[in-house]
């Protein structure tokens, strides 16, 4: 037997509500344990969840459940969540194991590779010295590396930035280097030849070599290698102490071990490749806490505005195509519609992202030490939605029993249950064969609220926002996960 059953406050729809489940918390939600949990993250933490005093409230005991559901779900090894408001760094927390043969757990100091995050580090050096007209973003390249071939004179830092070189992402004429490089400007020979993929100006093709060749410029410009530039112009400035090069040869106390998936399972992996040649794209490593930390550089003046315009501009190719970059970082909106910049990474052991939010002063960085196939971006912004706009409202929606639906426009049936808070959604087939590729199996996904009308959807992909209204007098859910349109209703 259903009942209808309206919610209280301004939202003015009504939902579809089986009698025997209202109020009831079925399933429970796995990690719900209430704010005594606030005390033993400080204890644990070297930073923990910092309360920001006149700046509303936060819901961090909220966050911490879904990201270590996140983590169970998706089968991660470890995992790192920061986030900053107002220039203030107000939460940071780690999850699981750095090592796992060893039982040693993630905690906020344990630093995880940047991957292509790497790529917003060095951007905000080559902005600090434009900002001092050391760097002329639109210099072609062979006024400062004149024996680096390029016979358009199109290539550029605005274009390197923006990835519109026409320099190749790796692939074929790039070799695999081994040994060390102490400055960027010695490692060109490394894909100097390699085929390009276009005239610069043409089209937007990803490189990290066009990073490597942006750093060599800022040397010469500067006089000082890549990894002096960072530390200087960003890292020292802006106290990021976690922050540099990820050395294979000298790992940190504080390094995790990285792993990869294996038939299911999580293998060790004992030696990353060498990444001196591309320490500017996808080579240093770091903490969320200094992640986020970088973000306030945009915000407290270490860049002037009209330089935070350039970095935010979102270029274009030279047919006035859009390309989602402005100066390093990517841009646009997020599901909400706000306005965000971002940069997400994957390398060996390791899948990253930092996010800020452009107009509200608030920033989220995630890090794993795993190669992870993950909708990581729109999970820091689940995650921050969950940190800085939960609403604490008692909720009345309850549903359960089959639903039927779509998912990516093939038939998706199976059975949700939904009470108050909490609740999980059974993944429909044409999820699972998606999921069984990537070697992450799982039957029911966990769904938490974060206000009225809005859920945290925990998969194996990472967290999206779940929708769910009344549409013809029946409940509905909607929620795109990784692109793909999933439409629930009742059966």
Avoid at 126 to 151: C, E, K, M, N, Y
């Amino acid at each position: 037997m259903y009942r209808f059953m309206a919610l209280p406050g301004a939202v003015a729809f009504l939902l579809l509500v089986p009698e025997s489940s209202v109020h009831q918390r079925t399933p429970p939600w796995p990690f719900d344990r209430g704010a005594s949990a606030l005390h033993s993250l400080r204890k644990e933490d070297g930073l923990g969840e910092l309360p920001v005093s006149g700046s509303g409230p936060m819901d961090s005991v909220l966050v911490t459940e879904l990201a270590e559901v996140l983590r169970v779900t998706a089968g991660l090894p470890g995992l790192s969540v920061a986030a900053m408001r107002d220039e203030r760094v107000v939460y940071a927390r780690g999850f699981g194991m750095r090592d796992l043969a060893a039982g040693v757990p993630v905690d906020s100091a344990t630093q995880f590779n940047a991957a292509s995050v790497s790529k917003v580090i060095t951007a905000t050096a080559a902005l600090r010295l434009h900002a001092r007209g050391v760097l002329d973003f639109d210099a072609p390249v062979r006024q400062l590396l004149p024996a680096f071939p390029d016979s358009t004179g199109g290539i550029t830092p605005r274009r390197l930035a923006a990835h519109l070189s026409g320099l190749p992402h790796y692939g074929p004429g790039s070799s695999a280097p081994t040994e060390r490089y102490d400055r960027a400007s010695t490692a060109l020979d490394v894909f100097a030849t390699a085929p390009r993929v276009g005239v610069p100006g043409e089209r937007y093709n990803y490189s990290t070599h066009g990073f490597t060749l942006l750093s060599a410029m800022m040397e010469v410009a500067a006089s000082k290698s890549i990894l002096e530039l960072i530390s200087t112009e960003v890292t020292g400035p802006l106290d990021m102490p976690s922050t540099g090069p990820d050395r294979r040869e000298r790992p940190t106390s504080h390094r995790t071990k990285i792993y990869e998936r294996v038939n299911g399972q999580l293998r060790h992996v004992p030696q990353h490749r060498e990444y001196s040649y591309s320490w500017a794209g996808a080579g240093l490593q770091s903490t969320p806490a200094d992640l986020v930390r970088l973000t306030r550089g945009y915000v407290n003046g270490l860049l002037p505005d009209s330089v935070v315009q350039i970095a935010f501009r979102e270029q274009l190719t030279r047919d006035g195509a859009p390309v989602g970059v402005g100066f390093g970082w990517r841009v646009g909106t997020d599901w909400r519609g706000r306005r965000i910049a971002h940069h997400a990474g994957s390398n060996d052991g390791a899948r990253d992202v930092v996010l800020m939010f452009r107009d509200e002063r608030t920033s989220i960085a995630v890090m794993t030490n795993v190669q992870w196939v993950a909708s990581i971006e729109e999970t820091a912004t689940v995650l921050a939605e969950a940190l800085f706009h939960a609403d604490h409202t008692p909720k009345t929606l309850a549903v359960a029993g089959d639903y039927t639906g779509t998912f990516a426009g093939a038939p998706a049936n199976g059975t949700w249950s939904i009470a108050g808070d909490t609740g999980s959604i059974s993944v429909p087939e044409p999820f699972r064969l998606l999921l069984d590729k990537d070697q992450v199996g799982v039957a029911r996904l966990p769904v938490r609220a974060i206000r009225q009308g809005v859920y945290a959807m925990v998969t194996p992909w990472g967290l999206y926002p779940l929708r769910l209204q009344l549409r013809d007098r029946r409940v509905t859910g909607e929620v795109s996960v990784a692109a793909r349109r999933w439409a629930i209703e009742p059966r």
